[in-house]
């Protein structure tokens, strides 16, 4: 992933990851209408057999549209579990990353990403100038990407073995 990217959009993966955790805790599963709408919409699967009373086809839809609604709350769950995981796990990484930096950079990018401090107020906060700033964003970026080609190679040990 490109870090400069990751810098920029750190407010807005903590932003998903809390309405990813809204949905989560308060899962109530696909609304009625949208499993009305995907079972009108659907082809047949199977053969169609004539035969059997009204009350077959009753029975038939209602335990169709069970198995329709279970499959697309387990769908749907799975989309958001997944989904809320693999941006937790690319935070926690990120911030894990940002600590492992050298001198004050930590406190820098943690000034820059999360607090979104300005280049002028943290010029200020650190008595050095904005190109100073500059200077210890890129410094941050190259160790960064240090870290996450370590990560990347790790994992692309794993999966060959």
């Known amino acids: 992933m490109e870090i400069e990217k990751l810098f920029k959009e750190y407010r807005s993966w903590k932003k998903d990851m809390g309405l990813l955790e809204f949905e989560l805790s308060r899962f109530r599963g696909v609304p009625y209408e949208d499993v ?22 009753t029975g038939n ?66 008595n050095v100038s904005e190109t100073m700033i500059a200077k210890y964003r890129k410094k941050a970026l190259a160790e960064m990407k240090e870290l996450y080609m370590i990560r990347e190679k790790t994992a692309g040990r794993f999966l060959l073995e």
């Not at 709408?37 to 086809?57: I, T, W």
């Open 61 to 126: 839809a209602a335990v169709k549209y069970r198995q329709v609604k279970e499959r697309l709350d387990d769908d749907w769950f799975d989309y958001l579990l997944g989904r809320y995981q693999a941006v937790k796990e690319e935070l926690e990484f990120f911030e894990y990353a940002v600590g492992q930096l050298s001198g004050r950079l930590p406190e820098v990018v943690r000034d820059m990403v999360v607090d979104e401090m300005t280049w002028r107020e943290m010029a200020e906060k650190y």
């Open 36 to 57: 009305i709408e995907s079972m009108c919409l659907s082809q047949p699967q199977g053969e169609r057999v004539q035969g059997g009373g009204a009350s077959d086809k």
